[in-house]
Structures are given as structure tokens and as C-alpha cells.
């Protein structure tokens, strides 16, 4: 009867699980909880960095100038993600807002100055993103009178719920929309010779070429998104201990919205441009949905600019939107959190951004040339990148504790990033002006 005991103590004993493993278990577990709650800041601005301007410059890249703008694009990840960090970094940080920290160790007339850029690149997107929704209407016969009004009540609603990160989490979903764009690579048959002949070629000295390079950098780094992932990790009381999960967040962002820029240009480049040369012309959604027609089929192009358009278009104006009014309300001083509903202590915020939406939808009830305006408001953006990515650099240096600024390689790296992107924009003035 012996054998028969132990051969069942060590049974037992080898269904107990080692509590070393137990442990590391729970802390893998724990750390993967921890990573979900602060996923979202980085990757929502990320969403919204690629709105309705920023397909449609993609778009009309492709059109124009077939592949050469997929290498600008990739280039333009790592400039974005180390804008886009440092942004986070002081948030966590500091534990306020850009607006806040540009008033507060520079002044209030300085203060203005960074709130009068936010507001017309917040002002600009918010516009293209309701003429955007009034193409995909368009599209499907629905007229503007109708989408641009439900369009901003949803969005006002949305803010309206007393919760950041039900904000979050709508504004992710929508984004996500854009991922369309991926099946449609495939569809488009792209070819791939001359995709990768593209990449050598660099055309500065042609000013169609010059005016959408500005266009895609403006597309692609705008005043609005620092502001708003500096507000957004504040609301969500991120600490110290998120900043590496918050980075994690932002680089994957970086990657996405760029992955979905470089499969837009690919789609319009190996369909318009390879069949109708550089001398096509977009000029509203239903240009783009004609243009794309004979090769992924009526309605396949219509719902893939419909689903893609809408979802980018509504999660850029929601972080637009928010990004102006938090930052016009850390420069005048008003009480704002999206974790708080309406009341008289947080009046001024909402009033101020229910009136954007209003008046943004009022002036895109008049009819306007979609693309003319998305590509002006990008090349703005563009121009407005030095007084940006100045107070950026400045903050970060002045700021933050030194353990938690830049150091070494990385700092010479991001300066430099910054530098070159501001110098383009400056080189760029005499060309697109």
C-alpha cells in the first residue's frame, strides 16, 4: 500500500503550480492591465492625425505624383512620435496642459500666441473634417443640411458625457474605420517595380512636388495634437509609472497613421495616376470616388471612401475640437475636464466648444472646394510648425527635471528631427505662399 501513497503525494504534488510562476504570472497580467488602461491617448491623436485633410493630401499626393510621397511618409514616423512623446511627457510630468505651461514660464501674451496657432489649426481641421462629411453625404445623395448638423451634434454629444475615457473609446473606434484602406491596396493592384523606383526619386525643385511635401508635413505633425495627447494623459491621470506604457501607445500610434497615409497614396497612385499620368485633379469626395470606380468597382470605392472618410473625419474633429477649447481654456484660465458634466464652475469649456462646432457647421453649409481647402489649411499647418515645435523643445528643456528630459543620441536626434522639419517649413514660405 506504500508505493500506492506516494505514487499519489507526488501526483499531488505535481498539480501544485511552483509559486514562482504564480507570481510572474500575475505580474505579466498585472503589467498587461496596466498597459490596457493607459493605451489610448496616443493611439486616438494618432487616429486623428490622419482626418479627412490628411487622406485627402494622401490622396491627391497619389493622384499627382504617383509613389514619390510614401518615402516623405515613412520619413515623417519618427518625427511624429518624438513630437508627439515629448508632448505625453510633459503632461504626466508636469500635470498640465501645453497651454498652461506656455502662459505660465513664458508669459500670457505668449500664451495667446500658442492659443491664437492652436485655434486656426484647430479651426481649419474642424472645417475639412464637416466638408468632408458633406462629400461622403454627397455620395450617397444625402444632402449637407442634413450630415453636417448631425455630424456636430453627435461630436458635442459625445464630449457631453461627463467621461474622458468614454471619449476615448468612441473616438478610437471611429478612427479605427480607416484600416479600409488596407483591403483596398490589395484591390488596387499596385506596381511594385514602381513603387520601389519611387523611392529614389526627390523632386524639391518642382513646386507641385514642393507644395504637397508641405502639404503631407502639415498633414501629418499639427498644433492641435500636441495640445490635445498633453490634455488627454491628464485627464486619464496617467503618473510617472505609465510613461513607458504611454510611449508604447504613441509609437505604435506613430506606425498606424502613417501605415494607413502610405496605403491612401498607394491606392490613388496605382489607380489614377498610373492610368491618367499627374495631371488628375481631386477637387471633392465624388472626384475620389469617381476616379477609384473603374478599378475597384462602384461600390466597393464608395463604401471604402464613405467608411474611411467618416471615421476619420469625426475623430479628427472630436480631438480638434477638444484640443482648441482645452487650450484656449488653460490660456484664459477656465475650468475644463471632460471628466466633469456641465455645469456653472465648467461652463465656459463646453459653451466654447459646442459654439465651435456650430459655427464650423454654419460655414461649411456654403458650399467649398474640399481639396483647395484641406490642402490650404495643411500647408498653414506646415507654417505654423516653428512656433509649435519652438515651444515644444523649449518646454521640454525648461521644464521638465532632469531625469526626465532628453539625453544624449536621442536629444541630438529629436532636435535635429524638429530642426529639419522646421526648416522645411520655412524653405517652403516663398514656394506654396
Same mark, same amino acid.
Not at 507654417?383 to 532628453?406: C, N, W
Given at each position: 500500500?506504500?508505493?500506492?501513497?506516494?505514487?499519489?503525494?507526488?501526483r499531488e504534488q505535481a498539480s501544485i503550480p511552483d509559486k514562482t510562476d504564480v507570481t510572474v504570472t500575475k505580474k505579466r497580467h498585472m503589467a498587461k492591465l496596466v498597459f490596457l488602461a493607459v493605451w489610448g491617448p496616443g493611439l486616438i491623436v494618432m487616429l486623428a492625425d490622419t482626418d479627412?485633410?490628411?487622406?485627402?493630401?494622401?490622396?491627391?499626393?497619389?493622384?499627382?505624383?504617383?509613389?514619390?510621397?510614401? =518615402?516623405?511618409?515613412?520619413?515623417?514616423?519618427?518625427?511624429?512620435?518624438?513630437?508627439?512623446?515629448?508632448?505625453?511627457?510633459?503632461?504626466?510630468?508636469?500635470?498640465?496642459?501645453?497651454?498652461?505651461?506656455?502662459?505660465?514660464?513664458?508669459?500670457?501674451? %505668449?500664451? =495667446?500666441? $500658442?492659443?491664437?496657432?492652436?485655434?486656426?489649426?484647430?479651426?481649419?481641421?474642424? =472645417?475639412? *473634417?464637416?466638408?468632408?462629411?458633406?462629400?461622403?453625404? &454627397?455620395?450617397?445623395?444625402?444632402?449637407?443640411?442634413?450630415?453636417?448638423?448631425?455630424?456636430?451634434?453627435?461630436?458635442?454629444?459625445?464630449?457631453?458625457?461627463?467621461?474622458?475615457?468614454?471619449?476615448?473609446?468612441?473616438?478610437?473606434?471611429?478612427?479605427?474605420?480607416?484600416?479600409?484602406?488596407? /483591403?483596398?491596396?490589395?484591390?488596387?493592384?499596385?506596381?511594385?517595380?514602381?513603387? +520601389?523606383?519611387?523611392?529614389?526619386?526627390?523632386?524639391?525643385?518642382?513646386?507641385?512636388?514642393?507644395?504637397?511635401?508641405?502639404?503631407? !508635413?502639415?498633414?501629418?505633425?499639427? /498644433?492641435?495634437? +500636441?495640445?490635445?495627447?498633453?490634455?488627454?494623459?491628464?485627464?486619464?491621470?496617467?503618473?510617472?509609472?505609465?510613461?513607458?506604457?504611454?510611449?508604447?501607445?504613441?509609437?505604435?500610434?506613430?506606425?498606424?497613421?502613417?501605415?494607413?497615409?502610405?496605403? @491612401?497614396?498607394?491606392?490613388? &497612385?496605382?489607380?489614377? %495616376?498610373?492610368?491618367?499620368?499627374?495631371?488628375?485633379?481631386?477637387?471633392?469626395? *465624388?472626384?475620389?470616388?469617381?476616379?477609384?470606380?473603374?478599378?475597384?468597382?462602384?461600390?466597393?470605392?464608395?463604401?471604402?471612401?464613405? @467608411?474611411?472618410?467618416?471615421?476619420?473625419?469625426?475623430?479628427?474633429?472630436?480631438?480638434? $475640437?477638444?484640443?482648441?477649447? %482645452?487650450?484656449?481654456? *488653460?490660456?484664459?484660465?477656465?475650468?475644463? #475636464?471632460?471628466?466633469?458634466?456641465?455645469? &456653472?464652475?465648467?461652463?465656459?469649456?463646453?459653451?466654447?466648444?459646442?459654439?465651435?462646432?456650430?459655427?464650423?457647421?454654419?460655414?461649411?453649409?456654403?458650399?467649398?472646394?474640399?481639396? #483647395?481647402?484641406?490642402?490650404?489649411? *495643411?500647408?498653414?499647418?506646415?507654417?505654423?510648425?516653428?512656433?509649435?515645435?519652438?515651444?515644444?523643445?523649449?518646454?521640454?528643456?525648461?521644464?521638465? $527635471? &532632469?531625469?526626465?528630459?532628453?539625453?544624449? $543620441?536621442?536629444?541630438? @536626434?529629436?532636435?535635429?528631427?524638429?530642426?529639419?522639419?522646421?526648416?522645411?517649413?520655412?524653405?517652403?514660405?516663398?514656394?506654396? !505662399?
Amino acid at each position: 500500500m506504500e508505493p500506492k501513497v506516494g505514487i499519489e503525494v507526488h501526483r499531488e504534488q505535481a498539480s501544485i503550480p511552483d509559486k514562482t510562476d504564480v507570481t510572474v504570472t500575475k505580474k505579466r497580467h498585472m503589467a498587461k492591465l496596466v498597459f490596457l488602461a493607459v493605451w489610448g491617448p496616443g493611439l486616438i491623436v494618432m487616429l486623428a492625425d490622419t482626418d479627412i485633410g490628411s487622406l485627402v493630401t494622401a490622396a491627391q499626393s497619389g493622384a499627382q505624383l504617383g509613389y514619390k510621397m510614401i =518615402l516623405p511618409n515613412l520619413i515623417l514616423i519618427p518625427i511624429l512620435y518624438v513630437v508627439q512623446e515629448m508632448t505625453a511627457r510633459l503632461g504626466i510630468l508636469t500635470g498640465k496642459g501645453h497651454g498652461a505651461l506656455i502662459r505660465e514660464h513664458f508669459g500670457k501674451k %505668449w500664451g =495667446l500666441l $500658442s492659443a491664437g496657432t492652436l485655434f486656426a489649426s484647430s479651426i481649419g481641421a474642424l =472645417l475639412t *473634417e464637416f466638408a468632408g462629411v458633406a462629400g461622403v453625404g &454627397a455620395l450617397f445623395g444625402l444632402s449637407p443640411n442634413i450630415t453636417v448638423p448631425v455630424a456636430a451634434a453627435f461630436l458635442i454629444g459625445v464630449a457631453f458625457t461627463g467621461s474622458y475615457r468614454r471619449v476615448e473609446r468612441i473616438g478610437v473606434a471611429l478612427g479605427l474605420a480607416e484600416l479600409v484602406f488596407v /483591403p483596398a491596396v490589395f484591390l488596387s493592384h499596385p506596381n511594385v517595380h514602381q513603387v +520601389i523606383h519611387a523611392f529614389g526619386q526627390v523632386s524639391l525643385h518642382k513646386h507641385s512636388y514642393t507644395v504637397l511635401l508641405a502639404a503631407n !508635413i502639415g498633414a501629418v505633425i499639427m /498644433p492641435w495634437m +500636441i495640445f490635445y495627447q498633453q490634455g488627454a494623459v491628464i485627464d486619464k491621470n496617467l503618473t510617472k509609472s505609465n510613461l513607458r506604457s504611454e510611449k508604447r501607445d504613441t509609437l505604435f500610434g506613430s506606425f498606424l497613421t502613417q501605415f494607413i497615409a502610405v496605403a @491612401v497614396v498607394i491606392v490613388f &497612385a496605382a489607380t489614377i %495616376w498610373a492610368h491618367h499620368g499627374g495631371g488628375s485633379s481631386l477637387s471633392t469626395v *465624388e472626384s475620389m470616388a469617381r476616379g477609384l470606380q473603374p478599378y475597384l468597382g462602384n461600390v466597393a470605392a464608395k463604401v471604402i471612401l464613405a @467608411v474611411a472618410l467618416t471615421g476619420a473625419a469625426l475623430v479628427a474633429a472630436l480631438v480638434a $475640437s477638444l484640443a482648441g477649447t %482645452w487650450g484656449l481654456s *488653460e490660456v484664459l484660465g477656465w475650468h475644463h #475636464s471632460l471628466n466633469e458634466r456641465l455645469s &456653472a464652475n465648467n461652463a465656459k469649456f463646453y459653451v466654447a466648444y459646442a459654439l465651435v462646432h456650430i459655427i464650423g457647421a454654419m460655414v461649411v453649409l456654403a458650399n467649398v472646394d474640399l481639396v #483647395s481647402l484641406v490642402i490650404d489649411v *495643411e500647408v498653414m499647418n506646415a507654417l505654423l510648425l516653428p512656433i509649435v515645435l519652438g515651444f515644444l523643445l523649449t518646454l521640454e528643456a525648461k521644464v521638465l $527635471s &532632469a531625469p526626465y528630459r532628453m539625453k544624449g $543620441s536621442y536629444r541630438v @536626434v529629436a532636435t535635429l528631427l524638429c530642426l529639419i522639419t522646421v526648416g522645411f517649413a520655412l524653405y517652403s514660405i516663398p514656394t506654396v !505662399i
